[in-house]
């Protein structure tokens, strides 16, 4: 009779309130257990995300979004005076957006620390010539900007490109722990690594949210042209076995990609 009760209990919840009724129910009953896709993809005790015990590096990512009737005096304006900026920090890249955004420029500054970041918008800020010949020129033709700072994931490393391409932007919300999805975030990222480098596509570096949109990973991509990226992409939607994409985008909440292409100033082309 109980069985039955705490069953006709959950449906209830589950037809009420979805999910978060269901997990409710199922937290107020030890003998209860979370599904298998809600669980850490890896054995917790043996396999955690750890943080090195040497300081990482974070890395900043702008975008600016510009107003149409500017953006071709924007990016000009940037070929000539964009020196002033890149010799106090370093940039990592600087793309204008092709495909899934229009009018927008994207940097990423690569800092030692928060610290050290805070140390070089000081010294932005009293750079007159920085102020004076590039910020006061290019402000009114911003309609935003939005920014966040960003780690590499553990398992994550840098690959430079070894030739010009064009560049892809994935950016991933996701709807769960960080110890549930980054398992199954590197098996995909491994496996589209694999079956698109035939294409001629490169994942250069995957990273993960520290402020801004939290609980988000940043995959930077270079392809060889948007045209074999895609023809490659629908290759992978057509693996035989798609267990490993099914369970990583079980965990995702919203994706979006942006096509991009590198500007002068980008040390990445």
Request: hydrophobic share 35%; glycine share 4%; net charge positive.
């Amino acid at each position: 009779m109980f069985t039955y009760l705490c069953a006709g209990y959950i449906g209830v919840l589950f037809r009420r309130q979805g999910h978060i009724g269901l997990r409710a129910a199922l937290i107020s009953d030890r003998k209860f257990t979370i599904p298998p896709l809600n669980t850490p993809s890896r054995d917790s005790s043996i396999d955690r995300l750890h943080l090195s015990k040497e300081p990482q590096k974070i890395y900043e990512i702008r975008t600016y979004s510009v107003r149409p009737k500017y953006f071709k005096e924007y990016v000009r304006h940037t070929e000539d005076h964009f020196h002033l900026r890149i010799r106090h920090s370093k940039l990592f890249g600087f793309w204008t957006t092709e495909l899934g955004a229009l009018n927008q420029v994207i940097h990423i500054w690569e800092y030692d620390s928060h610290d050290h970041r805070a140390k070089v918008r000081q010294a932005l800020a009293n750079d007159k010539e920085w102020q004076e010949n590039y910020i006061t020129k290019v402000s009114p033709m911003y309609i935003n900007q939005t920014n966040a700072t960003m780690t590499l994931l553990p398992w994550s490393i840098i690959t430079l490109p070894s030739k010009s391409g064009l560049y892809e932007l994935q950016i991933f919300n996701m709807n769960s722990h960080t110890d549930i999805w980054d398992g199954r975030l590197k098996a995909a990222m491994e496996l589209s690594s694999l079956k698109l480098k035939s294409s001629n596509s490169l994942l250069v570096a995957c990273f993960t949210s520290i402020f801004g949109p939290h609980n988000t990973v940043y995959a930077l991509w270079q392809h060889d042209s948007f045209d074999k990226f895609a023809f490659g992409k629908l290759q992978l939607l057509n693996e035989p076995d798609r267990s490993t994409l099914h369970a990583f985008y079980h965990e995702v909440l919203t994706g979006y990609s942006k096509g991009l292409n590198p500007h002068k100033a980008s040390p990445l082309q």
